[in-house]
């Protein structure tokens, strides 16, 4: 297990005998000292000029030793490449012995994408102690439940005691809030150990805006060629500094996956990894890290605005060769139809059956027509591709945080349209993804929440209500009633998960994990084959899903119906009728009681069919007994 092709070069790399080997890419310096933070003072070592802007050198530097390096006899700071940051990203970095936790998960295999389940966490708001130690405790619930693996939101050191994840500034530094770097190891190991797969959300796109020194060291790390929403685009093409800021980043990829065994990676915004070099970073990165693993399996997956195919494409035929794609529009499409509302960036959307239905038998809704919100063509041809590369989400971390109260589906639609579009997600045949406490209806919304310092806090504060305000309602509960956003220790409080509720929802955790079981273990399910199924629409807020099975299996019908009850009399829908000499049987409804319903009709009798409102019915054909 691990990786023996994989060593990184940057930063502190303990040998033997208390030494360790320094390296640093600092080409606007001439001089760089390790800074020693002895019990006596500073102690100050020089590096050596290697060439190409490095500097480097093995000195008498034992694991634990916290260091700085000092830029040209002036001030010091942190290593762009430090293992570890004890007091935060501006305090020292620390000299951390990688090889010393005893790994126990040698025969692990990794993971493919077929038959995932992921499950999108925070790690700080995952638990009440937010630590790594306490996710590792709820690990049998969730493989109880039926996911298979975690996606841990970023862990890059941040300013602060805590940050939603993206304002990461020391890349290669587990964040300390959430405990050591070994502990990091363990929750991996524990995973593995529980037959869980494990993959970390990573940015590559932009540093957070406070404590990164990373131009301290050199302007290359930064573009100023491409627009980026979130400060300075880092450099992937841009002169000669472009080659050692692409290994910067590549190096970090393998170093995640080698030293911490992480069975993969989800990689932010890969449309803001801008490239105009022959070989795009994000092949490049995908390529590398696969082989930073050995012969592990690793799920690569990328978050795309643009959901461009390119990046499930393989490398001979010009793609990116990664594994999975986020795609939003079905979250926008089926938010839409659970709120009524279209507001914003959901614009383009009607929430009707037919396009919830496009979206599923065509993986995503824009694949080149015109998008009104952003005033161009937007998305690429995913028809062709195999459901298990894209990922379909009723939540996640983004859509949460960007709601006004950060509220969760069933708080916003209620209940019995949360279950209805529960039951026909995750039943889909692409990936599918909950957010941590979607199963049990957690009712702790998932705010943005941030720890900077005061002047920074404001222009921050500022920035988010902006961006709430493209919004009208939002816009309208911010500036007309005086709404207070909270985003500080406040919002990160009001969003850990109390899991307490686990067992007082028992009834929508029932709902999630019969549902898992038939993924699962139902074959027709079980197939995620998109060419063995067809689907119509049967009223404006109602449709059928047919999934044909092959042989003995017999097919399954999956009915939701976000409208009033729906009688289906005439009835010229073929998908409707069962396959001759059989009739449908119910395996599952959205408002069976145990699950927090009232209950549901029959769907068909010798005179009709109905659908009730509100509702999704899962029905299994079997032959009727002459």
């Known amino acids: 297990m691990g990786s023996?092709?994989?060593?990184?070069?940057?930063?502190?790399?303990?040998?033997?005998?208390?030494?360790?080997?320094?390296?640093?890419?600092?080409?606007?310096?001439?001089?760089?000292?390790?800074?020693?933070?002895?019990?006596?003072?500073?102690?100050?070592?020089?590096?050596?000029?290697?060439?190409?802007?490095?500097?480097?050198?093995?000195?008498?530097?034992?694991?634990?030793s916290l260091y700085k390096y000092r830029l040209d006899g002036g001030e010091a700071f942190p290593d762009p490449c430090s293992r570890f940051q004890p007091e935060g990203p501006h305090g020292p970095s620390q000299v951390v012995d990688p090889t010393r936790y005893a790994w126990k998960d040698e025969g692990w295999p990794g993971i493919t994408p077929?038959?995932?389940?992921?499950?999108?966490?925070?790690?700080?708001?995952?638990?009440?102690?937010?630590?790594?130690?306490?996710?590792?405790?709820?690990?049998?619930?969730?493989?109880?439940?039926?996911?298979?693996?975690?996606?841990?939101?970023?862990?890059h050191t941040c300013p602060g005691r805590f940050n939603w994840g993206y304002d990461g500034v020391s890349l290669y530094a587990?964040?300390?809030?959430?405990?050591?770097?070994?502990?990091?190891?363990?929750?991996?190991?524990?995973?593995?150990?529980?037959?869980l797969g494990i993959?970390?959300?990573?940015?590559?796109?932009?540093?957070?805006?406070?404590?990164?020194?990373?131009?301290?060291?050199?302007?290359?790390?930064?573009?100023?060629?491409?627009?980026?929403?979130?400060?300075?685009?880092?450099?992937?093409?841009?002169?000669?500094?472009?080659?050692?800021?692409?290994?910067?980043?590549?190096?970090?990829?393998?170093?995640?996956?080698?030293?911490?065994?992480?069975d993969g990676l989800r990689v932010d915004a890969t449309q803001s990894l801008y490239d105009a070099s022959p070989r795009n970073i994000v092949g490049e990165l995908a390529e590398r890290v696969r082989e930073a693993a050995g012969k592990r399996r690793l799920l690569l997956i990328g978050e795309n605005e643009p959901q461009d195919v390119k990046l499930v494409k393989p490398p001979t035929e010009g793609g990116y060769g990664m594994d999975a794609l986020w795609v939003d529009d079905f979250h926008h499409s089926a938010k839409v139809a659970a709120l009524g509302r279209s507001e914003a960036y959901l614009q383009d959307y009607c929430g009707t059956a037919q396009e919830l239905l496009s979206c599923v038998l065509r993986n995503s809704l824009y694949q080149g027509q015109y998008y009104q919100w952003q005033k161009k063509p937007r998305g690429s041809p995913l028809l062709h591709t195999e459901a298990r590369h894209v990922v379909f989400y009723l939540q996640n971390h983004d859509q949460l945080a960007n709601a006004l109260k950060g509220e969760r589906l069933h708080q916003?639609?209620?209940?019995?349209?949360?279950?209805?579009?529960?039951?026909?997600?995750?039943?889909?045949?692409?990936?599918?993804?909950?957010?941590?406490?979607?199963?049990?209806?957690?009712?702790?919304?998932?705010?943005?929440?941030?720890?900077?310092?005061?002047?920074?806090?404001?222009?921050?504060?500022?920035?988010?209500?902006?961006?709430?305000?493209?919004?009208?309602?939002?816009?309208?509960?911010?500036?007309?009633?005086?709404?207070?956003?909270?985003?500080?220790?406040?919002?990160?409080?009001?969003?850990?998960?109390?899991?307490?509720?686990?067992?007082?929802?028992?009834?929508?955790?029932a709902l999630h994990r019969d549902l898992l079981k038939l993924r699962r273990e139902d074959p027709v399910f079980a197939a995620q084959d998109l060419k063995g199924m067809a689907g119509a629409v049967l009223s404006p807020h109602a449709l059928v899903l047919r999934y044909f099975g092959s042989g003995q299996e017999g097919d399954r019908l999956v009915l939701l119906n976000l409208g009033a009850?729906?009688?289906?009399?005439?009835?010229?829908?073929?998908?409707?009728?069962?396959?001759?000499?059989?009739?449908?049987?119910?395996?599952?409804?959205?408002?069976?009681?145990?699950?927090?319903?009232?209950?549901?009709?029959?769907?068909?009798?010798?005179?009709?069919?109905?659908?009730?409102?509100?509702?999704?019915?899962?029905?299994?054909s079997e032959e009727t007994k002459p």
């Open 4 to 64: 023996r092709s994989f060593q990184l070069t940057l930063g502190a790399r303990l040998l033997e005998n208390g030494r360790t080997h320094f390296r640093v890419w600092a080409p606007r310096r001439r001089r760089v000292d390790v800074c020693v933070h002895e019990p006596g003072g500073l102690r100050y070592l020089p590096l050596e000029h290697s060439g190409g802007g490095y500097f480097e050198g093995t000195l008498p530097v034992p694991a634990g």
């Open 114 to 155: 077929k038959g995932q389940v992921l499950y999108e966490v925070h790690l700080g708001t995952f638990t009440p102690e937010g630590t790594y130690e306490a996710a590792a405790r709820k690990l049998p619930l969730l493989k109880e439940l039926g996911i298979t693996t975690l996606e841990l939101m970023p862990l």
């Open 174 to 195: 587990p964040h300390p809030a959430y405990g050591s770097p070994d502990e990091l190891r363990r929750l991996v190991d524990e995973a593995h150990r529980l037959g």
């Open 199 to 262: 993959i970390l959300d990573v940015v590559y796109n932009h540093l957070g805006p406070d404590g990164n020194y990373l131009s301290q060291y050199s302007e290359g790390y930064f573009n100023k060629k491409y627009p980026n929403e979130w400060g300075d685009p880092t450099n992937f093409d841009d002169g000669e500094a472009a080659g050692p800021s692409r290994d910067f980043f590549i190096q970090n990829a393998c170093y995640w996956v080698a030293e911490y065994h992480f």
């Open 412 to 509: 916003q639609a209620g209940p019995a349209r949360a279950r209805a579009l529960t039951t026909f997600h995750l039943l889909l045949p692409q990936t599918p993804m909950l957010f941590m406490g979607q199963e049990f209806f957690a009712s702790s919304p998932f705010l943005y929440f941030v720890d900077h310092h005061a002047e920074l806090r404001e222009l921050v504060r500022k920035g988010r209500n902006d961006f709430l305000s493209q919004f009208p309602s939002a816009r309208h509960a911010l500036e007309e009633e005086g709404y207070q956003v909270p985003f500080g220790e406040e919002a990160f409080q009001l969003s850990k998960l109390d899991w307490s509720e686990r067992e007082k929802n028992a009834a929508a955790l």
């Open 565 to 620: 009850e729906l009688e289906v009399a005439p009835c010229p829908e073929p998908l409707l009728a069962p396959p001759p000499g059989n009739k449908w049987s119910l395996l599952l409804t959205s408002e069976q009681v145990r699950y927090g319903g009232m209950g549901s009709p029959p769907f068909a009798d010798d005179t009709r069919m109905r659908v009730p409102g509100q509702t999704s019915l899962v029905l299994a």
